[in-house]
């Protein structure tokens, strides 16, 4: 069974899975046409002569035949009649098409009863407009049509509701009204009528607030006098027709010519990134505001968020704002289920946010970040119309969000994409800097440096605020007083700024014109520190609801604050810094205790989404026992969107937290459990090598002992070992695993992981055949173990490895196979971080194979896996291969420094002999010498035989012989039998 889609969105699906059969414009444009006209015949001659107006008709016509062939064999025959002359849709079980399916259900709905029973159903099948994105002539009036067939039942069922008593139903219908039609009044009239009915004037207020900032950004104009009367009625005082101040943009039509020349060019299919930079209060944000109104005039997606100076937020939380709004929502429904589980791990569909795992999956399944990042891509990039995502400071934008940023740019390079973004210049944004270079070289970016206004354009500014010329000597005054900084020059005159004043004395001037009922509640939402509601203000407050209303709205009617997607926020962030300025450290400490317990009232049911937020108020209002409960949250939240860095943050927010109190029993288990789930995030971040992943983990063993913890123990070993192993401390490695052998259960699933370590090691240490018996336990002893705790299975790493081992023993079948044993399992287990160890753990035995044919392939594919999900250790292990093969000496020395830069020095003896391989005599000497050494002193000595031997054929004669007798004997006493064969022919030659 298929299912067409024409409201919201234009696609062909199959109803069994869901997945797309089409999404080609013209086919489903002509299936649009022929269903709105269903069971009425369409002449060929008209339908070819509406879709390809340009074009002779007789090639028309052969358009027309070519495009119902592929209709035909998409849909099949029975749902079109065809005839020599003309087409007509007819309605089968086999295809169902949401148009249909809405007007019978529009009909079903008719008259008395009918519509209680039938109308909910027939709405919820409108999810959006006709055709979006397309605007041919034939397209307007069947949309304009089905439109408003679904605004008259919202009116019909809204009113059904009401006779019955079911206020919240009908509230819900005239919501979805005024979601069809935002710029008639009427629907936020009668939504206000009903929420006062139900006793909540806050919502009611809200819903006015709505309505007015709807109308003055869309329009210009204010709400009607019946609108105004309705506030009246619930504020019971005057109520002015409009705020003061209002007006349009000033002074930037060169920066908004170079705004519209990007804009065209990315609605055009060429992604991009417009970044507009400079001071608080030049006017950033009001002129992006700008470029959004045009675009959405224009019928493109505009999605909208900020970034705020304050922490609290998810990760990916601009994501998450943009992938809410509702055109986008509506493109997400139609992606396939792989990536719309994806969408659903930021943006859960219908449910509560699901549990996260906790444990070690953040480091483990970290290549998952790319599936996660493609999924939440497709999503924004889906809609079938030109997109302007809007990110107002840039500079508080957490690190995940860049990453994404980047990574969504670069999927599709013909998405009608573009980002605009506003940064800040006076601060300093360290995290900001790496990223804005690499933005810069992807040629996706457009830098606009936005300036104060001239001395006239502040003076227009001025006069369109206050309705009053300004004399010459004030318009210079104005000027030296403000810089010509927008935000300034508003501030002055609503404020009536006296001469002289700075921009901290006229926003302070601002607030405490308010009354002491607005002037309290001010510092109560600067105090959340971000967007705000009406319920979180009434809930933090010790006003009563109506005197919060009434502030609510004074703020509002100031222009202090402004309406923001049913809540509110500062009209700017140097506003709520004023704001919270003015209240007193101590009282600051309350707010922020209130602040909390508000915020866990009214999100009881699942506080997963403020848990960041949670944990900084409670922190900051002096419940720290609180705040580490919601900062661990927080983190497992983070680990669950791969968003490592945040992760971290939190988990140490939490840590210090813990360390400040006393010690005890009770604040090092708590020490313990932050850092047992802080490894992962670390690990996935930084690396095993990272100084701070060995810090946490010691301390973690220290923890675990003093406590009796065995499990934590171990598992803390495991990781240690591994860690030391990968630093090149191989024998330190070795003992720790042979610890964990002598202390864990026999059927505990650590067994498994402690072999697997413990074979490593021994095998670097030139211990093969030892090697091989714990890498053959480590597989054999995988069973249910999903993965280990550094990252890869079991199965597939040991086998991978124990390859060098079987070659080693001279046993070269045998490790050709495991290396394809390997490879096959984590290609079948569908698990790309797994398969990259299986390939670079290939590489290597098909190079010490002199296998290069293999080798080359094998080395192709690791390097466009590690580059797609960004794998870095292997990546290098690739560079020195390919390099090798290649005879490309820099791209060798590239992986090798790459290597040293992250701390990682396992194996380097046998990453610097592939070097000197690439190199000249003298050069070689120095650097197989080097190679010598490091293998000595980290006890890497499992390829020192042929290091020796290769230094060897640079020696004079009696130093050569000497060197390979001494590499025979070595390569001996580690029973490496493929060593011994190369050193004694080697010798034999010399002899």
Known sequence: MLRVSLLGEQAILDEADGSVVTRSPRTVALVAFLVVHAGVPQPRQRIAELFWPDSAEPQALTNLRRELHHLRHTLGADCLVVTGKDLCWRDTPQVRVDVRDFQLACDAARGGDAVLAHAPAAIALYHGEFLPGINDEWVIQPRAELESSCVRLCDLLCEARKSRGDLPGAAEAARRRIQLRPLEEHGYRTLMDLQAAMGDRASAVSTYHHCASVLERELGVVPDETTRRALRRLLDRPVAGSRPGTTGLVGRAREMAVLSRVWQTAAGGRPGLVLVSGGAGVGKSRLVAELASAARAHGAVVAASQCFGTPGRLPLAPVADWLRTPAVRAATGNLEPVWRAEVDRLVPAGRSRSEPDTGPRAMVDAWQRHRFFEGLARALTGTGRPTLLVLDNLQWCDQETLAFLTFCLGLTPDAPVLVAATLRTDGDWPDLGGWTTRMRATGLLTELSLNPLETSDSARLAELISGQPLAPADRALLQATTGGFPLYVVEAVRGKALPGSDLTDVLRNRVEQAGPAARKIAGLAAAVGRDFTLALLTEASDLEPDTVVQAVDELWRRRIIHENGGG?????????????????????????????????????????????????????????????????????????????????????????????????????????????????????????????????????????????????????????????????????????????????DPDSELRAQAHFVFGGAANTMGRPAEAIRHFDLAAKLTGQVPS????????????????????????????????????????????????????????????????????????????ELCDRYGFAYYREWGLVLGGWRTGRYETARRGIDNLRAEGSFARMPYWLTLLADLSGPDAARATLDAAIVAGQARDDVWWLPEVMRKRAALDAEDTAISRLRSAVRLAQAQGSVALVRRCEHDLGVRA
């Open 568 to 744: 509110y926020d500062f009209s700017h962030d140097l506003l709520r810094d004023t704001a919270y300025r003015l209240v007193s450290p101590p009282n600051r400490w309350l707010l922020h205790r209130r602040i909390a317990q508000a915020l866990e009232l009214l999100h009881a049911g699942d506080t997963d989404p403020v848990s960041g937020r949670l944990a900084e108020q409670y922190a900051r209002g002096g419940r720290p026992d609180r705040a580490v409960a919601f900062y661990r949250r927080a983190a497992a939240l983070a680990s669950g969107t791969f968003a490592h860095a945040e992760a971290i943050r939190l988990h140490q927010q939490a840590l210090d937290i813990v360390r400040a109190q006393p010690d005890s029993a009770e604040s090092a288990r708590q020490e313990l459990a932050i850092l047992e789930t802080m490894a992962a995030p670390l690990n996935a971040r930084h690396g095993y090598a990272s100084p701070r992943v060995q810090e946490t983990l010691e301390r973690t063993i220290d923890l675990a002992k003093r406590l009796g913890r065995r499990d934590s123990l171990l598992t803390a070993l495991v990781a240690l070992s591994a860690s030391r192993y990968v630093q090149g401390r191989t024998a330190d490695a070795y003992q720790v695993a042979t610890t964990v052998l002598d202390l864990v």
């Open 788 to 863: 280990l705790s550094v990252g890869t299975r079991p199965d597939v790493h040991a086998t991978a490895w124990a390859a060098h081992a079987h070659w080693l023993l001279g046993h070269t079948g045998e490790a050709l196979a495991a290396s394809r044993d390997a490879v096959d399992l984590a290609r079948s287990i569908e698990h790309p971080y797994s398969l990259a160890v299986a390939l670079a753990y290939a590489g290597i035995t098909y190079q010490i194979c002199d296998d290069r044919d293999r080798l080359g392939d094998t080395v192709r594919e690791l390097g």
